[in-house]
C-alpha cells in the first residue's frame, strides 16, 4: 500500500498535489510518502510476536540523511555496505549498535571506521577479511565483533545480477567446514568477538520457498556451531522481499516473518531482517515532464541517469499521468529520455494519452532509484522531497552545473 492516489483528476502524494512540487521544484525530482515508508516498516516491526527482532533498513536502497533519520526515529536499525553508508547512518543519528556492516569488499579504512564507531557486527564473508579485521583489531586493541556470512546455495528467484545466494555468487562462505573452522579461530582472538551467521539470498524474491530454506539451514548450522562450544548470538537472514512493479502478488512481511517463527520458535538468538526495496520502493515516484512526442516515442526530462533500472535490469515501472484529464489511449509509447544511448527508457509499450508539456508519474521508484542515479551526460541530479501530510520538505536540492565540475581542476602548465 502507498499514498499516491488521484483526487479530482490529480495524482497526490498524501494530501500535497504532485504537480505543485512539479510547479515549485521542476523535473525530473524525487517524491517520497513518509507515511509509506513509516507504514512499511511497521509491517515487519509489528509482525514479530516470539522471537528477539532488529529491523535493519538496507541503506543501499535508499539513503538520504533525512529518510534514514525518519526511519532512525521509528526504530530501525540499518544494514551497510561501504564507509560512506556508516556515515550516512551515523549522521542520521543511527545508534551504531544498530549497525551492520554487510558487503564482501570492506577495505582497510571502512573496517577500521566501522571498529572505532562501535558497530553490532561486521557480516564477513572470507578468509581473507577475517585476516584484515583480526590485524586492524589488534592494531587498534579495540574488539570487532563478526558474523560469518554462509552461502546456502539457494536459487530464490529474480534477476540473476541480485542472485546472492547461490553458490557461483561471490557472496559468503560456502563451506559448513569452513564456517566452523572460522568461528573457532575468532573465539580464540582476544581482540575478535563472535556474533553469529549471516546469509542472503536475493532481492525482489516473491516465494517464501527459499526464505524458509534458508532459515532451515541457518538453524541447522547454528545447532552445529553451539554443539562445538560456539555461542551463537545473532541471527541475520538478510532481506530481499519482493514488491509489486507489475501484477505481482509478494509475500507480505507478516508471512515472511510466520515462517521465521516457525522455524526458530524457542531460540535465545537475536534475529536481523534487513529490508530495503519492500519499505522504500512503493514509497517513491519520479516526476517528469513530456518534452517531446515523436512516433512511437515519449520524450521526457527523467532519463536512465535518474532511473537506471530499467535499463540495467529490464525493470518494469508503471507510468500514471499526474493529471488525468483525457480518455484512454490505444497507442503504445516507449517512455524515453535524452541521454543519447538507445537503451535509455524508463517504460516500454505504455498505453497512455499525453501532450508535450504533460507531467508523468514513474512508480515505485523509492528503491534503487535516486541511489543508483549519475551525472551521465553532464546531467545535475533530481532534487529529493519528502511529504509528510500536508507538508513538503526539500531533502536534497536539484545539483547546478556549478556542481557538476566543483571537484575538478585544471592543471597549471
Known sequence: MDYFNYKNNQLFCEEVALSDLAEKYGTPAYVYSKKTLVRHLSAYSNSFEKLNNMICFSVKSLGN??????????????????????????????????????????????????????????NIESISEYERIKKIANEMQISAP???????????????????????????IDSEEQVLELAQKINEEEYLVFKGLACHIGSQILSLDGFEKAAIKTLKLCDRLNNNGINVTLVDLGGGLGVPYKEEEPPSPKELIQIIEKVFIGRNEQIILEPGRSISANSGILITKVEYIKNKFIIADAAMNDLLRPALYQAHHA????????????????LVGPICETGDYLAKNIKINVEEGDLLAVKTAGAYGFVMSSNYNARPRAPEILVDGSNHYLIRRRETLEDLIDLEEIPIA
Open 65 to 122: 540523511i533525512a529518510i534514514l533519520n525518519l526511519l532512525n526515529s521509528q526504530g530501525a536499525g540499518f544494514d551497510i555496505v561501504s564507509g560512506g553508508e556508516l556515515f550516512r547512518a551515523l549522521k542520521a543519528g543511527a545508534d551504531p549498535k544498530k549497525i551492520i556492516f554487510s558487503g564482501v569488499g570492506k577495505s582497510s579504512v571502512e573496517v577500521a571506521a566501522g571498529i572505532k564507531a562501535g558497530i553490532l557486527s561486521f
Open 146 to 172: 563478526i558474523s560469518i556470512r554462509f552461502n546456502p546455495d539457494i536459487h530464490a528467484g529474480g534477476h540473476d545480477y541480485i542472485s546472492t545466494g547461490r553458490k557461483e555468487d561471490k557472496f559468503g
Open 319 to 334: 507510468v500514471m499521468p499526474v493529471i488525468k484529464n483525457k480518455e484512454a489511449s490505444d497507442m503504445e509509447y516507449d
